[in-house]
């Protein structure tokens, strides 16, 4: 990759890349923006250290009138100081961000948001036909709100655990969407200021049918 240090931070937090055009936001440029600096340099550091592989992806092209809308949608980024890790619920709110939990766990449909924050339902068509939904994760009973902190921290950080095996997922099984693995390895201080931060939200009672099988199966 020949991009300097600030092309790659302009890309993470602006969504513009080297050649000047605007990044779709797919790319969570937005999420990126109300980050520390000092973390998205860090993470630029570590890019760095990753082995090269040769990839060439197609030029991305978008129809009217997106092709023209896209240019309008890259911003400065707001960038905010890392909250002080005495004060747990503005840490969970930075990582709750920075882990783009809303983006799943806030049901969107082409584009548009239609449900309220964090309350699941974000459906996705798996391959067999079958779909798995987000799970609510606001402090309802119906949400994550008869969870205790210990249920909560030890759902992520079994996966961390080098003695766990996944259990075995058939054809047309329920599979898990949620990325377990990439948080897995959160601390535990971490992991208790995302729940500190999950349990502020506004309760939201929904009931979400996880897994709907394929017709058929
Ligand atoms: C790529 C989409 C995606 C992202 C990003 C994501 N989740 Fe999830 N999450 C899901 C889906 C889908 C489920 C439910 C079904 C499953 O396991 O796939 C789920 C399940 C969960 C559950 C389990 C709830 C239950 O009832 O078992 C918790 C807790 C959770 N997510 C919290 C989080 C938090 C906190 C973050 C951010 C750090 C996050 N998720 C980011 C998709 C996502």
């Given at each position: 990759m020949d991009w300097t240090d600030g092309e790659i931070l302009r890309a993470m937090v602006c969504g513009v890349d080297k050649q000047g055009n605007a990044l779709f936001p797919i790319m969570p440029y937005p999420n990126f923006g109300e980050m520390d600096e000092e973390d998205i340099m860090s993470i630029i550091?570590?890019?760095?250290?990753?082995?090269p592989k040769e990839y060439e992806p197609a030029t991305s092209s978008s129809d009217f009138p997106m092709n023209?809308?896209?240019?309008?949608?890259?911003s400065k980024p707001a960038f905010?100081?890392?909250?002080?890790?005495?004060d747990k619920v503005a840490q969970g709110k930075y990582l709750v961000n920075a882990g783009m939990c809303?983006?799943?766990?806030?049901?969107?449909?082409?584009?548009?948001?239609?449900?309220?924050?964090?309350?699941?339902?974000?459906?996705?068509?798996?391959?067999?036909?079958?779909?798995?939904?987000?799970?609510?994760?606001?402090?309802?009973?119906?949400?994550?709100?008869k969870w205790s902190t210990e249920q909560f921290v030890q759902k992520f950080t079994?996966?961390?655990d080098s003695s766990y095996t996944a259990?075995?997922?058939?054809?047309?099984?329920f599979q898990t969407v949620m990325p377990w693995n990439t948080y897995a390895g959160m601390t535990e201080s971490d992991l208790l200021a995302i729940y500190a931060y999950l349990q502020?939200?506004?309760?939201?009672?929904?009931?979400?049918?996880?897994?709907?099988?394929?017709?058929?199966?």
């Amino acid at each position: 990759m020949d991009w300097t240090d600030g092309e790659i931070l302009r890309a993470m937090v602006c969504g513009v890349d080297k050649q000047g055009n605007a990044l779709f936001p797919i790319m969570p440029y937005p999420n990126f923006g109300e980050m520390d600096e000092e973390d998205i340099m860090s993470i630029i550091a570590y890019i760095r250290t990753l082995a090269p592989k040769e990839y060439e992806p197609a030029t991305s092209s978008s129809d009217f009138p997106m092709n023209f809308i896209i240019n309008t949608i890259p911003s400065k980024p707001a960038f905010a100081p890392r909250p002080d890790p005495s004060d747990k619920v503005a840490q969970g709110k930075y990582l709750v961000n920075a882990g783009m939990c809303a983006s799943c766990h806030t049901k969107s449909e082409n584009g548009s948001v239609t449900g309220k924050p964090f309350s699941g339902g974000m459906e996705f068509p798996l391959e067999d036909g079958s779909i798995v939904r987000s799970a609510n994760i606001t402090p309802h009973s119906s949400g994550i709100g008869k969870w205790s902190t210990e249920q909560f921290v030890q759902k992520f950080t079994m996966f961390a655990d080098s003695s766990y095996t996944a259990p075995k997922v058939g054809p047309g099984d329920f599979q898990t969407v949620m990325p377990w693995n990439t948080y897995a390895g959160m601390t535990e201080s971490d992991l208790l200021a995302i729940y500190a931060y999950l349990q502020t939200l506004d309760p939201v009672e929904q009931v979400v049918e996880r897994f709907t099988p394929a017709a058929g199966k």
